[in-house]
C-alpha cells in the first residue's frame, strides 16, 4: 500500500484537459492498482490509513514509458562518438565497417548471461531516472537464431525486473556476411524468424529500419506482411536519413509507430494521422547526429500524436534517461512542455499499445515522485536528477 497526499498529480487522463493536473491531491495504490486518487480534502476518511508520504505540493507523475530502445548489447562505441566529435558522419563510419555492424561482434559473442545482466543494469538505470515500462528491440545479432536468442534473453530479464519490457523484434540491417545474397536474408527474416517469433510469443511488434543503408520500402513491406501474418504488431524506424515513403507504408499496415522522422513528406504526414500512427520523436540521435529537425509543426497541425523515446543504443545515443530528450524535444524540436509529458506517458504508452502513461483508479501502480513542484521543472532543469522515488506496479 502507498498513501501520497498533499501532492500535484498529473493524471494525464484522457477524461481531463491538457495533462490532467490535481493540485493539493492524494493518491492510494493497493498492489499493483491505484485505487484512490482526488482532491486531499475528498479523501475518505477509511482510506487515510497507513504510512503515508507528504509530498509538500511536489509533482507525483506516471511511471514514464520509453517506447523506443535498442537495450540490449555488448560492447560500447565511444570511440564513434569521438569520430563524430572530431568531424565524421554516421554514415562515413557506417560505410568503413563501424556502425550497427560494430556491435554486433560483441554481442553475438556474449554469453546469454552476460547480455541478461547488461540489460538489467540498464533497466535498473532506466528505472532510477523514473521509466518504469520501457520497449527494448534486438538488432545487434542479426542471424536468425541470434536474434531470437536475443529475444529468449529479454524475456528472461523482464522476468525478474521491477519494469515492464516490452520486446520488439527488430529488423535492423543486412549482416555484411550475407551482403551479396540479400533476398535470401530477407526470405529468412519472412519465413523463419517473424514466424518464430510470434509462434513463441518472444515479442509483441517487428520494427524495420527502413531508411538508406538499412531496409528498402519493398523489403519493409514483406518484412511487415510477414510481421502481420504472424500476428505480431508493426512499427518502423522512418526518415532518419532518407524519406524512402515509410510513413505512407506503415500507414497501410496500421501501424503503432513510425520513429525518427527526419525525412517525411506532407503526404506521409496525412497517412500517418490518418491511420492514428503515433510518431516517435528521437531527440537524443536527431542532436547527437547533427541532422534536421523532423517537422513537428506538420505533424502537430495533421493531429498525429508526438512521443518520445529515449532511443537507448551503443550507436547514436546511449541515452538512459527520458528527461534529457525531453529536454531537446522542448528546445530543440520547439515541442510544448505538455506535448513532451504526454510524449513519455500516454502518447508513449499508445505507441507500445499498453495499459500504462495514465494515473487512473485501476489502473497500473506506476507512478514518479519528483523533487520539484511545476512539469516545466523537469525539461527546465535538464541535467538534474529530479526523480525522488519510483513506485512500480511490479514491486
Ligand atoms: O535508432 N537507426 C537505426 N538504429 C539506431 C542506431 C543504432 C546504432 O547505431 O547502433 C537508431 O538511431
Ligand atoms: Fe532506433
Same mark, same amino acid.
Given at each position: 500500500?502507498?498513501?501520497? #497526499?498533499?501532492?500535484?498529480?498529473?493524471?494525464?487522463?484522457?477524461?481531463?484537459?491538457? %495533462?490532467?493536473?490535481?493540485?493539493?491531491?492524494?493518491?492510494?495504490?493497493?498492489?499493483?492498482?491505484?485505487?484512490?486518487?482526488?482532491?486531499?480534502?475528498?479523501?475518505?476518511?477509511?482510506?487515510?490509513?497507513?504510512?503515508?508520504?507528504?509530498?509538500?505540493?511536489?509533482?507525483?507523475?506516471?511511471?514514464?514509458?520509453?517506447?523506443?530502445?535498442?537495450?540490449?548489447?555488448?560492447?560500447?562505441?565511444?570511440? !564513434?562518438?569521438?569520430?563524430?566529435?572530431?568531424?565524421?558522419?554516421?554514415?562515413?563510419?557506417?560505410?568503413?565497417?563501424?556502425?550497427?555492424?560494430?556491435?554486433?561482434?560483441?554481442?553475438?559473442?556474449?554469453?546469454?548471461?552476460?547480455?541478461?545482466?547488461?540489460?538489467? !543494469? &540498464?533497466?535498473?538505470?532506466? &528505472?532510477? @531516472?523514473?521509466? $518504469?515500462?520501457?520497449?527494448?528491440?534486438?538488432?545487434?545479432?542479426? *542471424?536468425?537464431?541470434?536474434?531470437?536468442?536475443?529475444?529468449?534473453?529479454?524475456?528472461?530479464? /523482464?522476468?525478474?525486473? #521491477?519494469?515492464?519490457?516490452?520486446?520488439?523484434?527488430?529488423?535492423?540491417?543486412?549482416?555484411?556476411?550475407?551482403?551479396?545474397?540479400?533476398?535470401?536474408?530477407? #526470405?529468412?527474416?519472412?519465413?523463419?524468424?517473424?514466424?518464430?517469433?510470434?509462434?513463441?510469443?518472444?515479442?509483441?511488434?517487428?520494427?524495420?529500419?527502413?531508411?538508406?543503408?538499412?531496409?528498402?520500402?519493398? !523489403?519493409?513491406? @514483406?518484412?511487415? !506482411?510477414?510481421?502481420?501474418? /504472424?500476428?505480431?504488431?508493426?512499427?518502423?524506424?522512418?526518415?532518419?536519413?532518407?524519406?524512402? =515513403? +515509410?510513413?505512407?507504408?506503415?500507414?497501410?499496415?496500421?501501424?503503432?509507430?513510425?520513429?525518427?522522422?527526419?525525412?517525411?513528406?506532407?503526404?506521409?504526414?496525412?497517412?500517418? @494521422?490518418?491511420?492514428?500512427?503515433?510518431?516517435?520523436?528521437?531527440? =537524443?540521435?536527431?542532436?547527437?547526429?547533427?541532422?534536421?529537425?523532423?517537422?513537428?509543426?506538420? %505533424? &502537430?497541425?495533421? =493531429?498525429? &500524436?508526438?512521443?518520445? +523515446?529515449?532511443?537507448?543504443?551503443?550507436?547514436?545515443?546511449?541515452?538512459?534517461?527520458?528527461?534529457?530528450?525531453?529536454?531537446?524535444?522542448?528546445?530543440?524540436?520547439?515541442?510544448?512542455?505538455?506535448?513532451?509529458?504526454?510524449?513519455? $506517458?500516454?502518447?508513449?504508452?499508445?505507441?507500445?499499445?499498453?495499459?500504462?502513461?495514465?494515473? *487512473?483508479?485501476?489502473?497500473? @501502480?506506476?507512478?514518479?515522485?519528483?523533487?520539484? *513542484?511545476n512539469p516545466a521543472d523537469v525539461p527546465y532543469r535538464y541535467g538534474s536528477d529530479l526523480v525522488d522515488q519510483?513506485?512500480?506496479?511490479?514491486?
Amino acid at each position: 500500500m502507498t498513501l501520497i #497526499r498533499n501532492a500535484t498529480v498529473m493524471t494525464c487522463d484522457p477524461q481531463l484537459p491538457s %495533462l490532467g493536473l490535481l493540485e493539493r491531491a492524494a493518491i492510494r495504490t493497493e498492489g499493483p492498482v491505484i485505487t484512490w486518487i482526488g482532491k486531499d480534502l475528498e479523501l475518505p476518511p477509511e482510506l487515510a490509513t497507513g504510512a503515508t508520504i507528504d509530498a509538500g505540493g511536489r509533482l507525483v507523475t506516471p511511471g514514464l514509458v520509453d517506447c523506443h530502445t535498442h537495450a540490449i548489447f555488448a560492447g560500447d562505441r565511444a570511440d !564513434e562518438f569521438a569520430m563524430r566529435a572530431a568531424g565524421a558522419t554516421y554514415l562515413e563510419i557506417a560505410a568503413a565497417g563501424g556502425g550497427i555492424r560494430a556491435s554486433t561482434g560483441p554481442t553475438r559473442v556474449a554469453s546469454d548471461e552476460q547480455l541478461i545482466a547488461l540489460l538489467h !543494469e &540498464r533497466l535498473d538505470t532506466t &528505472r532510477a @531516472a523514473g521509466t $518504469t515500462s520501457i520497449e527494448v528491440k534486438t538488432g545487434y545479432d542479426l *542471424t536468425v537464431a541470434g536474434e531470437l536468442r536475443l529475444l529468449r534473453c529479454i524475456a528472461a530479464a /523482464a522476468a525478474t525486473s #521491477r519494469s515492464r519490457v516490452v520486446p520488439t523484434l527488430l529488423a535492423h540491417l543486412i549482416p555484411a556476411e550475407r551482403a551479396a545474397d540479400r533476398d535470401a536474408y530477407v #526470405r529468412s527474416l519472412c519465413t523463419e524468424l517473424i514466424p518464430e517469433a510470434g509462434r513463441a510469443r518472444l515479442a509483441t511488434s517487428v520494427d524495420v529500419y527502413c531508411d538508406e543503408g538499412a531496409y528498402t520500402l519493398a !523489403e519493409t513491406r @514483406a518484412i511487415l !506482411e510477414a510481421a502481420r501474418a /504472424a500476428g505480431l504488431a508493426v512499427r518502423a524506424h522512418v526518415g532518419q536519413f532518407a524519406d524512402l =515513403g +515509410g510513413a505512407e507504408l506503415l500507414a497501410e499496415f496500421g501501424g503503432l509507430s513510425a520513429d525518427h522522422l527526419e525525412q517525411v513528406s506532407a503526404t506521409g504526414i496525412t497517412a500517418l @494521422a490518418a491511420a492514428g500512427v503515433v510518431a516517435v520523436m528521437l531527440p =537524443g540521435a536527431c542532436v547527437q547526429l547533427r541532422l534536421p529537425v523532423p517537422p513537428v509543426a506538420a %505533424l &502537430r497541425a495533421a =493531429g498525429v &500524436r508526438l512521443a518520445i +523515446g529515449s532511443d537507448l543504443n551503443p550507436g547514436s545515443s546511449y541515452c538512459e534517461s527520458l528527461a534529457v530528450p525531453m529536454w531537446l524535444a522542448t528546445t530543440h524540436f520547439a515541442m510544448t512542455v505538455e506535448e513532451a509529458w504526454l510524449g513519455v $506517458t500516454r502518447h508513449a504508452a499508445a505507441a507500445l499499445a499498453i495499459d500504462a502513461g495514465t494515473l *487512473t483508479v485501476g489502473g497500473p @501502480a506506476d507512478l514518479v515522485l519528483w523533487r520539484c *513542484t511545476n512539469p516545466a521543472d523537469v525539461p527546465y532543469r535538464y541535467g538534474s536528477d529530479l526523480v525522488d522515488q519510483v513506485f512500480s506496479s511490479r514491486g
